[in-house]
């Protein structure tokens, strides 16, 4: 039975966001205010990615987490912009270590400038979402702030040290996935329900949550890296398998029974040596494609928002449960 038979009520996700805008609109503002840097370019450019950053679906997370308590919007948008700021930071480190030139549609800051400037912006945002997080004056807080930094740290040293290799194992995948991508999201829920002065079973349920929506949506991420274009995703398509790094779609192509030998050894050498030529990258990603390893691992993901949406049942019965059930969904919905 799904969410909505056993619990009622149902919101699109659009409606959602129609509802949360005002209060989006407050973080927005207090992300550009915390952006506006002294040397000009450089701060047009991280203004520009922090406008085009879609959604904002960290931040909105963090605030339905409060919904069903004590929702003090003074006291959540600082938080929230936070936890924006330590991803957008997050994100401009991923691009210098991967040598990106763009980010949703736009240049990234080391297609610009040299590496040194690009890490010192990361570390600014660093320093600047702690800031934010301190200026909560709950250590609670900047306790949970800090193992989310930590988490992502791993992610991110867990990805580079599995680079081109293709004996990647599901738990090292899903550690990967975790200290990447769903940290930030557990993180997000729990600093919004302890904002919130929920109770202690809740906030777990809320953490929780967060953690099971967030490897949904990496799951789906990396689906979306075969199926999408550069238009759809601001990237070219196969950029994971371009730069060596195995996921879950790739993961379940290279298993018994999705490909012949051949071409599970001409996908394993594109991912140990890097793909000859751009033939060669559109070749793997339609053998991928066509393996139904896709279909595969969106069935895992809605795995994990189904289990996400079990999780609300701890919940009071509110408005504020039923945006959240909304906000799982989409995390499998995006462009699929």
């Known amino acids: 039975m799904g969410y909505e038979a056993r619990f009622g009520g149902f919101l699109d996700f659009s409606t959602v966001l129609q509802r949360m805008r005002p209060d989006l609109q407050r973080v927005e ?3 550009l205010a915390e952006t506006a840097l002294e040397f000009p370019l450089v701060g047009d450019i991280l203004r520009a990615l922090i406008v085009s950053g879609g959604k904002r679906l960290r931040p909105l997370l963090l605030l339905l987490a409060a919904k069903p308590f004590r929702y ?3 006291r959540l948008v600082p ?6 700021l330590l991803h957008t930071a997050s994100l401009i480190h991923d691009d210098s270590i991967d040598g990106a030139s763009r980010r949703r549609g736009q240049p990234t800051l080391n297609a610009i400038f040299d590496s040194s400037i690009v890490i010192m912006v990361g570390d600014y945002m660093f320093a600047r979402s702690a800031m934010l997080a301190a200026s909560t004056m709950n250590p609670r807080v900047l306790a949970v702030f800090a193992r989310c930094l930590g988490s992502i740290c791993d992610g991110q040293l867990r990805e580079l040290f599995a680079s081109r290799r293709t004996d990647i194992s599901l738990d090292d995948y899903q550690r990967r996935i975790y200290g990447k991508t769903a940290s930030l999201f557990a993180g997000s829920a729990e600093i919004g329900a302890i904002l919130a002065e929920a109770p202690e079973d809740q ?10 929506m967030g490897m949904a949506f990496q799951i789906v991420d990396d689906v979306l890296d075969f199926r999408g274009s550069e238009d759809e995703l601001g990237k070219p398509a196969g950029q994971d398998l371009r730069q060596g790094t195995v996921t879950l779609p790739t993961m379940l192509f290279l298993a018994d029974g999705k490909a012949t030998r051949e ?6 050498e594109v991912i140990r040596y890097g793909p000859a030529d751009d033939a060669a990258l559109t070749t793997a990603v339609r053998l991928i494609r066509e393996s139904g390893a896709l279909e595969e691992a969106l069935a895992v993901a809605k795995s994990y928002v189904e289990e996400a949406k079990e999780l609300l049942a701890e919940l009071p019965p509110t408005e504020g449960r039923t945006m959240l059930a909304a906000l799982a969904d989409h995390a499998l919905g995006r462009r699929i």
């Open 263 to 268: 071409e599970r050894e001409f996908v394993e």
């Open 203 to 212: 906030i777990e349920a809320l953490r929780a949550f967060g953690s099971a």
């Open 79 to 84: 938080a929230a912009a936070g936890i924006e």
């Open 72 to 74: 003090d919007l003074e």
């Open 29 to 31: 503002d207090r992300l």
